[in-house]
């Protein structure tokens, strides 16, 4: 019973957060205007200073694990595989196909998995969440472009420069390998500067949280309801299960393990909804999966961090 409770105790904070984003918006205290420049705030400004200044601060040397990463980005590749031909088989329209794709494996890791990881895993799982996370924000990028410009191939004529200049100036990439350089070189930070970057930092992730609780809609689920399951099955259950699966295989142990699992297992980016409507994608398939696997994600969350205790002891 006591284990139950500590897990709840990880789990529930942070959708009682994302509860009280919903409850404000709907009492209208916050607004959409409002809603969109937090979430270019916590983007742009908050995530980028709080990777950094954890990242930055942390021995890279003890906090690096290549196989955790390696594992993980292999993860993705698999999921992404494994969800494009789940469309190629049902013969789904291209539309569909790649935004059934994207969601069935592109992680709400910014706002999701570091809230996750810091509440089970205190400073020292933030860091080492925060580096796993520069690696992998690339490779989610990429394959979520190749996800939705795929199916339409044939008539696709985007410009791959364009791609590779958003990929290069993300500020979750760039603030993640400036805070590995930082860390790597044990360069010092002057106390005013330490100071300040702690309190700046502190607003990120309640920001984050409530950002999502404040665009969360019952409106957005819509559409096809059997393929927004099914991704949201793919992205919280199996994908979790598989990363489970090959990162035990490859010797991954301790907190590395369960930080790969919440990455593996965070619902699907809130960013889906808007690259399925800049990429010919499904935008309602989008928007309903974010819903629904934000949704289970609690539940799931709760069971995966469950297993992982009880592994542990």
Not at 30 to 58: M, S, W
Not at 195 to 222: D, E, Q, V
Not at 271 to 296: R, W
Request: glycine share 8%; hydrophobic share 55%.
């Amino acid at each position: 019973m006591q284990l139950f409770l500590d897990i709840v105790n990880i789990v529930l904070p942070v959708f009682l957060v994302i509860g009280l984003g919903y409850l404000l918006q709907r009492i209208r205290l916050i607004d959409q205007p409002f809603l969109l420049q937090t979430n270019r705030l916590v983007f742009y400004v908050c995530l980028p200073l709080l990777l950094f200044y954890k990242i930055g601060q942390a021995d890279f040397v003890s906090n690096f694990n290549p196989t955790l990463i390696l594992g993980s980005m292999l993860v993705i590749v698999l999921v992404f595989v494994a969800a494009y031909f789940w469309g190629l088989i049902r013969k789904d329209p291209p539309a569909i196909r790649g935004s059934f794709t994207q969601a069935a494996f592109r992680s709400n890791l910014a706002y999701m998995g570091l809230a996750i990881a810091f509440n089970a895993y205190g400073d020292e799982g933030l860091t080492r969440a925060g580096i796993l996370m520069g690696f992998l924000v690339p490779v989610l990028n990429l394959f979520a472009i190749l996800a939705l410009t795929l199916p339409h191939r044939q008539h696709n004529r985007s410009e791959p420069g364009l791609w590779l200049r958003q990929l290069a100036l993300n500020p979750l990439i760039i603030a993640s390998f400036a805070g590995i350089l930082w860390s790597f070189l044990k360069l010092p930070l002057p106390l005013l500067v330490d100071r300040g970057l702690k309190i700046a930092t502190g607003m990120t992730l309640p920001l984050a949280l409530l950002a999502i609780g404040g665009s969360f809609s019952l409106t957005r689920l819509k559409g096809d309801l059997f393929q927004a399951l099914a991704a949201t099955g793919f992205k919280t259950v199996l994908m979790p299960l598989l990363a489970t699966l090959l990162l035990v295989l490859l010797g991954v142990r301790g907190m590395d393990l369960g930080i790969g699992i919440i990455f593996a297992g965070a619902p699907s980016a809130t960013a889906n909804y808007i690259m399925a409507q800049q990429l010919k994608g499904d935008a309602e398939l989008a928007g309903s999966t974010v819903m629904l696997s934000t949704l289970v994600s609690a539940l799931t969350y709760t069971i995966a961090l469950l297993l992982l205790r009880s592994y542990a002891t």
